[in-house]
C-alpha cells in the first residue's frame, strides 16, 4: 500500500540555520503531497502542498517540490527560526486534491530550534 | 481562524466511563471526516472514515464497537469511546475537507487528550 517516510528526528539547529527535512513517498497512484505542522498540545496545520509534479509548494518561508522522478517531497527553510520548533509531518492522499481521500503520515520529524 | 472545532480538548475520566468526542466543521459541509490517534511522540493512525449518512469505515485492527462513530449531519461527527480503560487514554484528532472542493486539504481539530484513570 501507499507509505510515506521521512527523515528520523529529533533535528536540533540554531537558529537561522538551513533546514531540510527528507520525505519519500510510495504511491499506486498519482497522490497529492502534504506538510503538516503540529505544536506542542496542538492538533495539525497544514503548511503546504503541492498536487503534481514539479509543483512546488511553500508558505512561511518553508518550501517543498513534489519530485516524482524520486518520489521525493522534502521541505527546506534557508534560515529557521527558535518559533519554527515543533513536529512536522509529511503526508499523501489516495486521491487528486485530497477531495475527501484519507492521509497516509510519515513518523513525523521533531524539529528544535535553539536561540 | 479555525475551520475545524474538536470538544472537549481534555477530558479525565474514570476506568468504564464513555467519553463523546464532537468534530465539528464550522463554515463548511463535510460528508466525510476522520478519526485519528496519536499516541506521544508518534504519528497520526487513522482510525475510521466518517461518512455522513452511512456507516463509518474502520481500518483494520479498530474495534468499531469500541470506538463508535456517528455523523448525523453534514457538519458534524462523534467518536465515543465505550468503556474507556487506561490503554484508552491517547490524542484524538478529528479532520474534514470542504465537500465537492478539489485540491482541497484536509482540516484537523485542535484534538481531544484522553486520559483514563
Known amino acids: 500500500g501507499d507509505s510515506v517516510t521521512q527523515m528520523e528526528g529529533p533535528v536540533t539547529l540554531s537558529e537561522e540555520a538551513f533546514l531540510t527535512i527528507n520525505c519519500t513517498y510510495t504511491a499506486t497512484g498519482y497522490p497529492s503531497l502534504f506538510w503538516y505542522v503540529q505544536y506542542p498540545g496542538e492538533g495539525l496545520q497544514l503548511l503546504l502542498k503541492a498536487t503534481k509534479a514539479d509543483d512546488k509548494g511553500s508558505n512561511k518561508g518553508f518550501e517543498a517540490t513534489y519530485r516524482k522522478e524520486t518520489t521525493s517531497f522534502h521541505l527546506e527553510k534557508g534560515s529557521v527560526q527558535v518559533s519554527d520548533s515543533a513536529v512536522y509531518f509529511c503526508a499523501l492522499s489516495d486521491r487528486l486534491g485530497n477531495q475527501g481521500g484519507k492521509l497516509i503520515f510519515g513518523q513525523g520529524t521533531e524539529l528544535s530550534v535553539k536561540p | 481562524g479555525a475551520v475545524v472545532s474538536q470538544h472537549p480538548s481534555w477530558v479525565i475520566c474514570k476506568s468504564g466511563t464513555s467519553v463523546k468526542i464532537e468534530c465539528r466543521s464550522l463554515?463548511?459541509?463535510?460528508?466525510?471526516m476522520f478519526w485519528y490517534r496519536q499516541f506521544p511522540k508518534q504519528s497520526l493512525m487513522l482510525m475510521a472514515t466518517s461518512n455522513e449518512g452511512s456507516k463509518a469505515t474502520y481500518e483494520q485492527g479498530v474495534e468499531k464497537d469500541k470506538f463508535l462513530i456517528n455523523h448525523a449531519s453534514l457538519t458534524l461527527s462523534t467518536l465515543t469511546v465505550t468503556s474507556a480503560h487506561p490503554e484508552d487514554s491517547s490524542f484524538y484528532i478529528c479532520?474534514?475537507?470542504?465537500?465537492?472542493?478539489?485540491?482541497?486539504?484536509?482540516?484537523f481539530g485542535d484534538g481531544t487528550r484522553l486520559s483514563i484513570l
Open positions: 463554515d463548511f459541509q463535510a460528508t466525510t
Open positions: 479532520s474534514a475537507g470542504r465537500t465537492g472542493f478539489s485540491n482541497q486539504p484536509q482540516h
